[in-house]
């Protein structure tokens, strides 16, 4: 069995569980993880994890010297020699940029995925930009969730026939799939960290529209947390929501899937922040709600258009408009039977397009190309 080196920092955050569905359902290739930092290894674990942050001190010393001052990982060479890899496989921008001295003293191909921030607001600093664009002369593969990822790459350098669309991909088989039905009391789930380009103050603003001109009784699940809480927080009170929406804090994923079986829509109001950070492909949770049965009120931002079928399994409207994204939500409250087809339709595209084992099979494809 070959070795695939998967380079990522922190190992794993829960956001980026996505990442370890890609490594669970590999077959044919044995994963082996390059890490900075660990998190969450007890509800993702792997086989062989090397955490530099675990390194006896001199040696993690001297890393976070050599990383400070030249951006690059000085350690991982030797790593990839003693397991035998056979490909590096970079997730997100920045951590090909710092496994180039590795690359370079390796021999080894390595292919690059890029998921959020990486491929938004990195591409306004004129050093990361120099940076990635020695990183495209160099990688075999620029791997991208959709469409929308790949043609900001491209602008900022990357060749055209480097880009490779690899949809990201959820456990489908370990969600339960419930079609929503018309209910007295709509229950909306917003699931984000809390940060400016999550939208979440224009989703709440939104839903409060909704309700101004023909109210309706309604009920908000929020789970989260992050930096721009006093903000959400704000705009639940100005929203006129109040005391209906609940505040569950940052949740486990399993957590999150028993409050999702609960809810009739799923609202998401992705931006652009004003760092020009934005969600790069789209947000993981569109595909478990959907896959759950879940309607889905979204903006078409990123590759959102791509996870979402609009008018099939959700409704989407421009990005930042909140009178568009209300009018949305009035749709869905009025016509509340179109929810089961929407969630059936939804099931539909997530088993077909974003089902991990899937996923799994074409990344082994992928990395055939290059071993």
């Known amino acids: 069995m070959k070795t695939v080196a998967h380079c990522v920092t922190p190992y794993l955050p829960l956001t980026a569980r996505w990442i370890h569905a890609q490594i669970a359902h590999l077959r044919r290739y044995r994963p082996v993880v390059l890490t900075q930092e660990t998190q969450n290894l007890d509800s993702f674990p792997v086989a062989a994890v090397h955490d530099a942050g675990a390194w006896p001190a001199p040696r993690r010393w001297a890393n976070r010297l050599v990383r400070k001052v030249t951006g690059e990982y000085p350690f991982y060479g030797g790593l990839l020699q003693r397991e035998g890899a056979c490909l590096i496989h970079a997730h997100f921008g920045y951590q090909g940029h710092f ?89 909306f789930l917003i699931c984000a960290s809390f940060r400016e380009k999550k939208g979440i103050p224009q989703a709440l603003r939104a839903l409060g529209r909704a309700r101004e001109a023909r109210p309706f009784p309604c009920e908000v699940v929020l789970i989260g947390d992050g930096p721009e809480r006093a903000r959400v927080l704000e705009a639940v009170e100005r929203s006129g929501l109040g005391e209906r929406v609940r505040l569950l804090g940052a ?64 409704l989407l409207a421009p990005e930042g408009d909140v009178e568009a994204l209300a009018g949305c939500i009035r749709s869905l409250v009025e016509d509340p039977g179109r929810w089961p087809e929407m969630g059936r339709e939804g099931r539909r595209h997530v088993e077909e397009c974003y089902n991990a084992p899937v996923q799994g099979a074409a990344l082994e494809s992928l990395y055939d190309e290059y071993v």
């Open 251 to 314: 949740l486990p994923y399993e957590r999150v899937l028993e409050e999702m079986e609960g809810c009739h829509v799923l609202l998401q109001a992705s931006l652009t922040a004003a760092d020009g950070d934005g969600e790069g492909g789209a947000p993981v949770v569109l595909l478990d709600a959907q896959a759950s049965g879940l309607p889905v009120v979204a903006t078409r931002h990123a590759d959102i258009p791509e996870y979402v079928l609009d008018g099939r399994s959700g």
């Open 99 to 187: 496994c180039q001295r590795a690359r370079r003293a390796s021999g080894l191909p390595m292919v690059v995925s890029f998921y959020g921030e990486d491929g938004t607001r990195y591409l306004r600093y004129p050093r990361w930009l120099r940076r990635y664009r020695r990183l495209f002369e160099e990688a075999g593969a620029v791997l991208v969730e959709g469409g929308a990822m790949g043609a900001r790459l491209v602008e900022a350098g990357c060749p055209p026939d480097k880009v490779r669309v690899h949809r990201l991909g959820v456990e489908a088989a370990e969600i339960p799939f419930r079609p929503r039905e018309p209910a007295e009391r709509v229950r």
